[in-house]
């Protein structure tokens, strides 16, 4: 007879970084940064719609390479089989993170002009299924997956245990969230970076106090964006 575990919303984890060097930790974390900076700046030169996403991918290659390389397992970094408490907290991030989108919208309005829906980057989608396909596609596998791996999964655990103090935690959470927002700037401005920023605050948290489950944040991270490019498929 096995012994399970009692189901906890609320639960604490090893942080899959606590064993590494911080000297060498700290070189990934510069690698990654820079790789994601550089890789976007050279991009931009050549297909700037697209130049986030590719750098994602050189950033997402360096993450994965650094964990297979120090036995860090997908498992550890937050694909867990616990499907129950994996759904109720896809519920509960897509419920707060509608509270989220709108109360940071309507502080973004105080100090940014909100942009218009026909955003040059992505195209006129409306009307346009193959085009808004496209986009829907590249948004579940770069921002769904792509970006909660290297936002949450690698640089939330690695400043936290960079750093290891009291406030280690918060810094780790409110830094991610800085960079991401700030990433966004160049094609939703100072408006959609808010709203970015608010957004990765709260994945941030999210991810600390579910045990580190990281399948929630890509499920509402993909269909937030999914719901985006339909919204402009039909005009709305």
């Excluded at 040059?120 to 496209?134: A, C, D, K, M």
């Excluded at 100072?190 to 045990?211: A, E, K, M, P, T």
């Amino acid at each position: 007879m096995t012994n399970k575990k009692p189901f906890k919303l609320f639960s604490k984890s090893k942080n899959p970084y606590e064993d590494i060097n911080n000297k060498k930790l700290l070189n990934q974390v510069v690698i990654v940064f820079v790789l994601l900076n550089s890789m976007r700046f050279i991009f931009d030169f050549i297909a700037w719609q697209v130049a986030g996403p590719i750098s994602l991918f050189f950033g997402l290659v360096a993450v994965w390479y650094y964990n297979k390389k120090n036995n860090i397992t997908w498992r550890l970094l937050g694909f867990k089989k616990e499907w129950l408490k994996t759904i109720l907290w896809i519920f509960i991030t897509l419920v707060i993170a509608l509270f989220v989108i709108i109360f940071a919208g309507k502080l973004a309005n105080i100090f940014f002009e909100k942009l218009p829906r026909e955003n040059i980057r992505f195209g006129n989608l409306e009307g346009n299924i193959g085009l808004t396909l496209s986009w829907v596609t590249l948004g579940i596998a770069a921002g769904g997956f792509g970006e909660e791996i290297v936002y949450r999964g690698f640089f939330v655990n690695a400043i936290e245990k960079l750093i290891n103090k009291k406030m280690g935690i918060a810094i780790a959470i409110l830094l991610p969230a800085l960079f991401w927002g700030l990433r966004h700037f160049y094609f939703s401005g100072g408006h959609g970076s808010i709203v970015v920023f608010s957004i990765g605050l709260l994945f941030g948290i999210i991810y600390i106090i579910n045990g580190r489950n990281i399948w929630p944040l890509i499920f509402v991270h993909a269909l937030i964006d999914t719901s985006s490019f339909v919204l402009r498929y039909y005009g709305l």
